[in-house]
């Protein structure tokens, strides 16, 4: 920090016009020959589907520069060069037979030579590794600088100092990749079987001052600011540890999702400044449009494109450049960086950021590059709205009105995340549940959903108004019995309070040095917290014995205003979830059909709050304490 004042003192003064006069004519005595300071992507594999790989050199002097590859097996060709010649694009192939390992390029103009290195890499070996997921999985959201810090060199990284402090909730907090380590055994024992990571690229690495807080700067510690998509940011770690994440994880049994942002960059990546083609945003950083968020034009046959153009090219908030993918180089990189990241890290599926904003022929073109190199890799859409014909009309397996089938199989379950909140916060009426679900029928693939009852965009359950714990559980019971894949956000399986972001997106209790408890061990948990987390992971056990509870048809047995049954049944497995959301207790008789459980037949309440339920000529009836629910099973 003081180090920092004193720099900065430095350059305020009469010194800085002297270092930038000497900088100036020392590059002019040397006569402006090539200059590489970036190489995207830095490596590419031998063997892989995207051959050639589009190369985008940033530097200087680079105008109508020449590149050749040094070693056997590369070849450049079709080379661009832009007019302020600070980029250049060249097509790099890769012989099938190439040896993996270092290679340098060579960029030459009528001035001068310069040399930048490039790694051939071995074949990418898929086992173990680029595995999907699917309704068998229970998927916990963690955001790395929230979670817990098990690397304290990394909190206040040399390259970007000062932007940690954890009295300050838009400030770096400290967690990182080496936390998430620590506590793997963790999430496995609640039963958790893929994680969602919130974005690890580069972000800027210093405060950031167009986006405010009551006046006062901010920093990026949520990651959605990229300002290197090549980059891994310095205070979670390095590609190397992220690797180590992403292997242990697996080796736990826990897959890892890739966040990713393809509709814009962060305020300060250099291309704001400086793009590498004159069409690469939409607009510039001194004339753009602002998004307006008007997602139900994207969905309609009659709307114009004028009409949706603010919505597909507009700056995010007036301040995120905005992605042209309509700019073949654009959407060349951006699916080329994604397979950098799933080949790299080894992950097994990317969820897409503000998927909504981008041409869906792109993320047709983009989600078909993904397949073919990895045929098992699956990605999960967000779009942020919650009428089912919205969301719905993006989900992958389907052409729509205009031809395109997005390929992204999974959504974020939008749509029934608001009546989750509605009937089991603020006990209002389970029938919107019901309705949401009547309308599955629009979805391709309803059972590829991610549903959820929070997540880091908005406020926790418990500051939901008319929360409780019983409330939370009963959401939870929902959440992990209805079709679809379970998400977690970490916390609520302690009922972690938290309002508006970045409320909620507080410190993981016990992952931080000083943390006076450690909600990691049930030693650490009150007993309010215990006796939630303890729900959560029998429900995930429970999930995972029962393949019907995972993927079986779903089929509404009863419904009323405060109470809802549910089968879910697949082949000869069954199970049937109770839910009574009132504040008394329910007594209900119910038809079992398509459940063929027998007359006679005594069942199990897995969540031990029905202990004598028995069909009866194809019904049952049981009487449901106040705001509980029962799992029933043979
Ligand atoms: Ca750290
Ligand atoms: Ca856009």
């Known amino acids: 920090m003081l180090m920092t004042l004193f720099v900065r003192a430095a350059l305020s003064g009469r010194r800085a016009l002297f270092l930038f006069a000497f900088v100036f004519v020392s590059a002019a005595c040397h006569a402006q020959g ?286 995120l450049p905005d992605l042209n993918q309509n700019d073949p180089e654009v959407a060349r990189y951006e699916i080329q960086n994604t397979l950098w990241w799933v080949g790299m890290a080894g992950f097994d599926g990317v969820r897409e950021d503000t998927m909504a904003y981008v041409p869906r022929a792109f993320m047709q073109q983009w989600s078909a590059a993904l397949r073919r190199q990895f045929p098992h890799v699956e990605a999960v859409g967000e779009v942020y709205n919650g009428d089912v014909t919205i969301p719905s009309f993006f989900q992958g397996g389907q052409a729509r009105f205009d031809g395109i089938d997005t390929g992204v199989k999974s959504l974020y379950d939008f749509p029934l995340y608001y009546p989750i909140r509605r009937a089991f916060a603020q006990g209002q009426s389970l029938r919107d549940l019901v309705s949401i679900l009547s309308h599955d029928s629009l979805y391709p693939h309803p059972e590829r959903l991610m549903t959820f009852l929070g997540l880091h965009d908005v406020d926790r359950f418990m500051n939901e108004k008319g929360a409780t714990l019983d409330g939370l559980k009963l959401a939870q019971t929902f959440l992990l019995t209805t079709r679809g894949i379970p998400m977690l956000y970490y916390g609520d399986e302690l009922a972690l309070p938290g309002g508006n972001d970045p409320d909620s997106r507080r410190d993981f209790p016990g992952g931080f040095p000083g943390d006076t408890a450690n909600a990691f061990t049930a030693q650490g948990r009150t007993p309010s917290e215990q006796d939630i987390w303890t729900h959560v992971q029998t429900l995930t056990h429970l999930r995972a014995a029962s393949p019907a509870l995972r993927e079986g048809a779903l089929a509404t047995l009863y419904v009323s205003d405060q109470q809802y049954v549910y089968a879910r049944t697949l082949g000869t497995d069954a199970a049937i979830v109770a839910l009574n959301n009132a504040a008394k207790p329910a007594t209900i008789t119910f038809p079992i059909t398509p459940v063929t459980w027998p007359s006679g037949t005594a069942l199990t309440d897995h969540l031990g709050v029905v202990n004598d339920a028995r069909v009866d000529n194809g019904q049952i009836t049981l009487t449901l304490p106040a705001r509980a629910g029962a799992v029933l099973t043979r």
């Not at 400044?273 to 968020?293: K, M, R, Y």
Request: proline share 8%; net charge negative; aromatic share 10%.
């Open 34 to 319: 090539p200059q590489v300071t970036k190489v995207d992507p830095p490596n590419w594999w031998v063997g892989h589907t995207v051959n050639p790989v589009r190369l985008l050199l940033r530097g200087s002097h680079l105008a109508g520069a020449q590149v050749t590859a040094s070693g056997a097996g590369l070849r450049a060709s079709n080379i661009k060069t832009s007019a302020a010649g600070t980029y250049l694009f060249c097509d790099l192939t890769i012989n099938p037979h190439a040896a993996p390992g270092a290679r340098t390029l060579t960029v030459t103009t009528p001035q001068g030579t310069t040399h930048t290195p490039f790694d051939v890499l071995p074949a990418l070996n898929p086992a173990g590794k680029f595995a999907g997921f699917s309704d068998d999985d229970v998927v916990y959201l963690i955001m790395p600088d929230r979670f817990s810090d098990g690397d304290l060199s990394n909190n206040n990284p040399a390259t970007s100092p000062g932007l940690y402090d954890r009295a300050n909730n838009h400030y770096y907090h400290g967690g990182d990749f080496q936390g998430i380590i620590n506590h793997l055994p963790y999430l496995k024992s609640l039963g958790v079987t893929a994680i969602w990571i919130t974005p690890v690229y580069q972000n800027v690495s210093h405060l950031n001052t167009r986006e405010t807080d009551n006046g006062k700067p901010i920093t990026d510690y949520h990651g959605y600011g990229a300002v290197d998509f090549y980059g891994v940011e310095d205070h979670f770690g390095t590609m190397a540890s992220l690797q180590d994440l992403v292997s242990k994880a697996h080796a736990a049994g826990i897959k890892v999702i890739q966040d990713e942002v393809a509709n814009h960059t962060g305020p300060y990546h250099p291309w704001a400044t400086d793009p590498p083609t004159p069409t690469w945003f939409n607009g510039t950083l001194a004339n753009h449009l602002v998004n307006t968020f008007d997602i139900p034009t994207l969905v309609d046959p009659h709307a114009t494109p004028a009409m949706q153009k603010a919505t597909m090219e507009g700056w995010f908030i007036n301040i």
